[in-house]
């Protein structure tokens, strides 16, 4: 156990947060903060000078494509093809209220 952690920090921290545990609850997670701040001293005790801070483990590159101006589709082609048009655009059935 991480000295000064006692199963009565972990209760007051479930208390904090809510939570109801048992005792054999109180028991296990007071094994396992203790474990999880052991694992965060020996990080904290490592050399990280000239080490760089990053955000993400590895090296992100942006696989969009660059946007580019391109002629579009022409819109009467596009509402020739569709099944129903109505002053130059898609008609399509109503699906909530009444016609204005």
Do not use: C, W, Y
Not at 3 to 13: M, Q
Not at 59 to 79: C, F, H, I, K, T
């Amino acid at each position: 156990m991480a000295p000064g952690l006692s199963r009565e920090d972990v209760a007051k921290v479930a208390a904090l947060a809510r939570l109801t545990l048992s005792d054999e609850e109180l028991d296990t997670f007071t094994e396992q903060l203790s474990q999880v701040l052991e694992h965060a001293k020996d990080i904290a005790a490592l050399d990280l000078e000239g080490v760089i801070a990053t955000a993400h483990p590895f090296g992100l590159v942006n696989v969009v494509r660059e946007d580019e101006l391109r002629a579009s589709l022409d819109r009467d082609e596009v509402l020739a093809m569709a099944p129903d048009a109505e002053e130059g655009r898609f008609a399509v059935p109503r699906i909530m209220g009444e016609a204005p």
